[in-house]
C-alpha cells in the first residue's frame, strides 16, 4: 500500500517492496513541499506503476485533513513571503503592449487566465483574513 513520506522539505509518496528479503521504498512520485494529489498525480502513479495499489481516497483524505501549524520564523513562511514579493515586483513591471511583442497569443491569453485565477484566489483568501480573528495583524489596517 502507498503512503507519503517526509524526506528533507518534501514530500514522496512511496510504496515498500520486499526484495531479497529486505524492504526497499519505491518512491512513485515527488510532491512537493505542499503535498497534493492531483489528477495529474494519479494518471502518472498508474501508467508508470499498474502493479501497486494505491488507495487514492484515502490517500487524498490524509492529505487533506493534514493541518500546518506555521511558524511566523519558519523557512516555509520566509519562502512564501520572499515568494510574494517578487510576484509582486514582477507583476508591477508587467505592461499589456509588452504581452502582444514578446510572447505569442496562447501564452498571452494563458498569462491572462492566471492573472485572472490569481485574482480571484487572493480576493477568496483576503474575505477569509477579513473574517478571522487578527491574530498579530494590525486591526485598523485596511489593505484594501
Same mark, same amino acid.
Given at each position: 500500500?502507498?503512503?507519503?513520506?517526509? %524526506?528533507?522539505?518534501?514530500?514522496?509518496? #512511496?510504496? =515498500? #517492496?520486499?526484495?531479497?528479503? %529486505?524492504? %526497499?521504498?519505491?518512491?512513485?512520485?515527488?510532491?512537493?513541499?505542499? @503535498?497534493?494529489?492531483?489528477?495529474?498525480?494519479? +494518471?502518472?502513479?498508474?501508467?508508470?506503476?499498474?502493479?501497486? *495499489?494505491?488507495?487514492?481516497?484515502?490517500?487524498?483524505?490524509?492529505?487533506?485533513?493534514? #493541518?500546518?501549524? /506555521? !511558524?511566523?520564523?519558519?523557512?516555509?513562511?520566509? =519562502?512564501?513571503?520572499?515568494?510574494?514579493?517578487?510576484?509582486?515586483? !514582477?507583476?508591477? *513591471?508587467?505592461?499589456? @503592449?509588452?504581452? *502582444?511583442?514578446?510572447?505569442?497569443?496562447?501564452?498571452? #491569453?494563458?498569462?491572462? $487566465?492566471?492573472?485572472?485565477?490569481?485574482?480571484? $484566489?487572493?480576493?477568496? %483568501?483576503? !474575505?477569509? /483574513?477579513?473574517?478571522? @480573528?487578527?491574530?498579530?495583524? =494590525?486591526?485598523? +489596517? =485596511? /489593505?484594501?
Amino acid at each position: 500500500m502507498a503512503f507519503l513520506r517526509r %524526506k528533507g522539505n518534501a514530500y514522496y509518496l #512511496v510504496h =515498500n #517492496v520486499r526484495r531479497e528479503g %529486505k524492504v %526497499k521504498q519505491l518512491h512513485l512520485a515527488r510532491l512537493g513541499e505542499r @503535498p497534493r494529489i492531483t489528477d495529474d498525480v494519479v +494518471r502518472h502513479v498508474s501508467r508508470a506503476y499498474p502493479f501497486v *495499489d494505491v488507495n487514492w481516497t484515502a490517500l487524498r483524505e490524509a492529505v487533506n485533513s493534514r #493541518v500546518d501549524v /506555521f !511558524d511566523t520564523r519558519s523557512a516555509y513562511v520566509r =519562502n512564501l513571503l520572499s515568494v510574494l514579493r517578487n510576484l509582486n515586483l !514582477d507583476l508591477a *513591471d508587467l505592461f499589456p @503592449p509588452l504581452l *502582444d511583442v514578446s510572447v505569442g497569443r496562447a501564452a498571452g #491569453v494563458e498569462l491572462v $487566465t492566471q492573472l485572472r485565477l490569481l485574482h480571484s $484566489t487572493v480576493g477568496v %483568501k483576503l !474575505d477569509q /483574513f477579513d473574517r478571522s @480573528p487578527r491574530r498579530g495583524v =494590525n486591526i485598523e +489596517r =485596511n /489593505f484594501r
